[in-house]
């Protein structure tokens, strides 16, 4: 939605919570205490009741939108989605991301200090799941003294705890919106998984987990596994069309140095990811997607299993996404219409495969901001100000009446 | 948009029934009887304006092919199965029908009636008909399986379905004598027998 009334959020800047009670982790082991590091965006009404929890992917943040006033250029990761006039509009709701435990973004996870030992965690840190993830998302929500989300986004791993808080917490959301997201991994995925890992854990600087006391980084199998990673977000037809078999070098050098643009594109991708994001956490979050699985609860049925949640779905998936395609999402919606929930779904054509839902598509954000309406009519976040119609002065005019009835109690 | 057959489709409706919409088009008549009846139903949509369109009417909305989209739902999982004026842009008709059997305890089905006198006369003056109940031209129409009120009586009876209730209407009126030639959109009402 790249109207003109639509904007960046602005400067916005991390928070901490930290939580001393103890998180019992689907694995069977405790947390003792965790720091959960969180971003917010817009005001929460009086009635408390305009909250949006946008959950993240495998190698995403809190940093949801807007930029750093220090870092103008680290700018959110769903700041085409998120902000004021976009789909997810902040002016009607408060939008919270937060960087999941086990996260390398501020969060507690592998590479913070245990209070117990006073070393980093490393191998010790517990495998934490999607479950765990929304137990620790619903103690944030208690202590900005939300009871109930007006609604949780996500894409990919994201969508499952989207999914997910729909299970855990039932009458604490009410709606969901699980974008480009399967209710399970096939079994390519968990084995495309696997690949990435052994990447890393074989990576002689990986010293089983523990390579903070080695002052060592995995990079070498961390940038394998992005690399591997990256390949399944794109669709073929998009590498071809981006990359082609265009060379670096006028004609084939008949040696191993690189030569095609798409091995100098991965590589490069697999660099620079494996210098800002921590090889544990890339093991914890796939594991994560891996024991995803609301269905192994119920024998295998999902609509059993789903028929737990009261929320209403938006469920949406994208044609050219091979990693998590259509046909999974329509498992979701299968599941959800047999258990008579209130869903609707989309398949989007966009050409860019998984990583769709995280670009732009005037299609895909027109349904958002749809569903979004829908949302906010019913938990009364006020109306969205159509600004194509509006002259820019109306507009401003509109959004200070509007300001003047909502207390700030954002936290 | 006012549509005499959703009007009639509204009065065969009890409160609270659960809807199956096929080919909803912008959902208005899922959100109208959702707002006047209760009813609770989804509707399933191929286009994607159609389907934006639904969803912002507030619909639930699926977006899938009829054909495909009917495996999704169980036997008998709603009241009342519509299919509205889609009928004659089916691959398969008869699947189709069958499957509403299958997946409703009723069926609702409207389509353009190509005994149609005007229809007719078109025919007999060497032209494929074109009517603001066949708006399109032969050669980009999405009609590939028109009929008569008479001929959709004798596929209901192929398939075993009973009819429950007929209608032929014209301008917004039920046209009683010669319907078939008299009416342009046949409405029935009808169940597995």
Redesign the interface.
């Known amino acids: 939605m790249n109207d003109t009334a639509s904007r960046s959020v602005g400067a916005v800047a991390p928070q901490r919570a930290g939580f001393l009670e103890p998180l019992i982790l689907k694995a069977g082991k405790t947390l003792a205490s965790y720091e959960l590091v969180y971003e917010t965006y817009g005001t929460l009404n009086a009635a408390r009741s305009n909250a949006v929890l946008v959950c993240h992917a495998l190698s995403g943040s809190h940093h949801v939108a807007g930029y750093y006033a220090d870092d103008p250029r680290k700018v959110g990761w769903w700041d085409n989605l998120v902000g004021p006039g976009k789909p997810i509009d902040t002016e009607r709701f408060f939008v919270i991301g937060v960087n999941n435990i086990g996260g390398c973004h501020g969060s507690t996870g592998p590479g913070s200090i245990d209070r117990a030992t006073g070393q980093p965690y490393g191998a010790s840190f517990p495998v934490v799941t999607v479950e765990d993830w929304v137990v620790s998302q619903a103690r944030l929500m208690d202590r900005l003294g939300i009871e109930r989300l007006a609604a949780a986004v996500g894409g990919s791993l994201g969508a499952m705890q989207a999914m997910q808080w729909t299970l855990s917490f039932p009458d604490r959301i009410a709606h969901a919106l699980v974008i480009a997201a399967a209710p399970r991994l096939s079994t390519q995925n968990i084995a495309f998984n696997d690949v990435a890992r052994q990447a890393i854990v074989s990576d002689p600087d990986f010293h089983g987990g523990n390579f903070y006391a080695h002052k060592a980084i995995p990079a070498r199998g961390l940038k394998l596994a992005r690399m591997l990673g990256h390949i399944t977000y794109l669709s073929e037809d998009l590498l071809m069309e981006k990359f082609g078999r265009v060379l670096k070098r006028d004609e084939y050098g008949f040696n191993y140095e690189v030569e095609f643009e798409i091995e100098s594109y991965l590589r490069y991708q697999g660099d620079k990811f494996a210098q800002v994001f921590d090889a544990n956490t890339y093991l914890l979050m796939t594991k994560a997607l891996d024991y995803f699985d609301p269905a192994n609860e119920t024998g295998g049925n999902l609509a059993r299993a789903l028929s737990l949640a009261k929320a209403g779905f938006?469920v949406a998936s994208f044609k050219s996404d091979w990693r998590f395609p259509p046909e999974r999402s329509?498992e979701i919606?299968?599941a959800l219409?047999?258990s008579?929930r209130?869903?609707?779904?989309?398949?989007i054509?966009a050409p860019h495969g998984h990583d769709a839902f995280l670009l732009d598509n005037p299609?895909y954000h027109?349904?958002v901001a749809?569903?979004m309406?829908?949302v906010a009519m019913e938990v009364g976040a006020g109306r969205r100000a159509t600004p194509l119609a509006l002259a820019a002065g109306e507009l401003e005019e509109m959004r200070g009446y509007a300001g003047r009835g909502e207390p700030r109690e954002g936290a | 948009m006012q549509r005499y057959d959703f009007e009639l489709i509204a009065s065969w409706i009890p409160e609270r029934s659960r809807v199956l919409d096929l080919g909803c088009g912008d959902g208005v008549l899922l959100a109208g009887l959702a707002a006047t009846h209760g009813v609770?139903g989804?509707g399933i949509e191929i286009d994607?304006a159609n389907?934006?369109a639904?969803?912002?009417n507030?619909?639930?909305?699926?977006?899938?092919d009829i054909e495909e989209g009917l495996a999704?739902?169980?036997d008998g999982?709603f009241d009342f199965v519509i299919l509205s004026q889609t009928l004659q842009a089916m691959r398969d008709a008869e699947r189709v029908l069958n499957e509403m059997l299958r997946v409703g305890r009723e069926g609702i089905v409207t389509f353009p009636n190509f005994g149609y006198w005007r229809h007719r006369l078109d025919i007999l003056q060497g032209h494929m008909p074109v009517s603001k109940t066949l708006p399109h031209d032969w050669w980009n129409t999405p009609n590939i399986h028109l009929c008569t009120v008479k001929d959709f009586e004798s596929l209901c009876a192929k398939v075993g379905a009973e009819i429950l209730d007929e209608r032929v209407i014209h301008d917004g009126k039920t046209v009683r004598v010669l319907p078939n030639l008299r009416g342009s959109l046949g409405v029935f009402r009808f169940r597995r027998r």
């Open positions: 938006f329509r919606v299968k219409v047999a008579n209130d869903v609707s779904y989309a398949e054509d299609h027109q349904l749809a569903y309406d829908r | 609770k989804y994607d389907l934006l639904s969803v912002k507030g619909i639930n909305v699926v977006q899938s999704s739902f169980g999982a």
